[in-house]
Nanobody
Framework: HVQLVESGGGSVQAGGSLRLSCEVSGITEGTNCIGWFRQAPGKSREGVAAIDTRGSVTIADSVKGRFTISRDNANNAVYLQMNSLKPEDTAMYYC????????????????WGQGTQVTVS
């Protein structure tokens, strides 16, 4: 069983920064790829960034140049550094894991965390 726990969300002003963390525990063989997704009220879930165990990264165009994803394999943690935040970045942010592939298709991810709220005003 895999557990993912997000942390680091909060409220910031536009232009500010936040760093989200995703801690992975349990049987981690199925977590080759960790992705970050977000969902705003009334909108569909959107893929933000993903990273595999080799460090290969996929970033959504909407956050490219502002968000960075990184991974600490030794500590089973993935981070999302968010800079130059905009009000449209406001959403619940989730991390998710899958065993094969590493794109931003949410339906391909097997395990999901409970989410952390990011609010930009």
């Amino acid at each position: 069983h895999v557990q993912l726990v997000e942390s680091g969300g909060g409220s910031v002003q536009a232009g500010g920064s936040l760093r989200l963390s995703c801690e992975v525990s349990g049987i981690t063989e199925g977590t080759n790829c960790i992705g970050w997704f977000r969902q705003a009220p009334g909108k569909s879930r959107e893929g933000v960034a993903a990273i595999d165990t080799r460090g290969s990264v996929t970033i959504a165009d909407s956050v490219k140049g502002r968000f960075t994803i990184s991974r600490d394999n030794a500590n089973n943690a993935v981070y999302l550094q968010m800079n130059s935040l905009k009000p449209e970045d406001t959403a619940m942010y989730y991390c998710a894991a899958r065993s094969t592939g590493c794109d931003l298709s949410a339906r391909r991810y097997t395990y999901w965390g409970q989410g952390t709220q990011v609010t930009v005003s």
